[in-house]
């Protein structure tokens, strides 16, 4: 069983600056690739980024290209997701998956909250 828990969201200043790190449980953690997603009141999930296993490749929605970077230290189970220049429209719940394959996400954490103030 996989567990992942998201931290460091809060409340920040449009302009501002905010690190999610999401720790797993597990030794399998760096067999695969992982991602952030995020969610805003009244929409939709929407994917946010994702990295390789070994950290290599990235991939980002370009709302967020530019601003935000995710990483990862395998040896700590941890990702990581480093969001700059902050904008309202960033605010959402934001959770971290573990990506399966394709379109699949098996594991979630429970996400943590990231408000942008204007």
């Known amino acids: 069983q996989v567990q992942l828990a998201e931290s460091g969201g809060g409340l920040v200043q449009a302009g501002g600056s905010l690190r999610l790190s999401c720790a797993a449980s597990?030794?399998?953690?760096?067999?695969?690739?992982m991602g952030w997603f995020r969610q805003a009141p009244g929409k939709e999930r929407e994917f946010v980024a994702r990295?390789?296993?070994?950290?290599?490749?990235?991939y980002y929605a370009d709302s967020v290209k530019g601003r935000f970077t995710i990483s990862r230290d395998n040896a700590k189970n941890t990702m990581y997701l480093q969001m700059n220049s902050l904008k309202p429209e960033d605010t959402a719940i934001y959770y971290c998956?573990?990506?399966?394959?394709?379109?699949?996400?098996?594991?979630w954490g429970q996400g943590t909250q990231v408000t942008v103030s204007s």
């Open positions: 998956a573990r990506h399966r394959g394709g379109q699949l996400y098996d594991y």
């Open positions: 597990g030794r399998t953690f760096s067999s695969y690739d």
């Open positions: 990295i390789s296993w070994h950290g290599y490749n990235t």
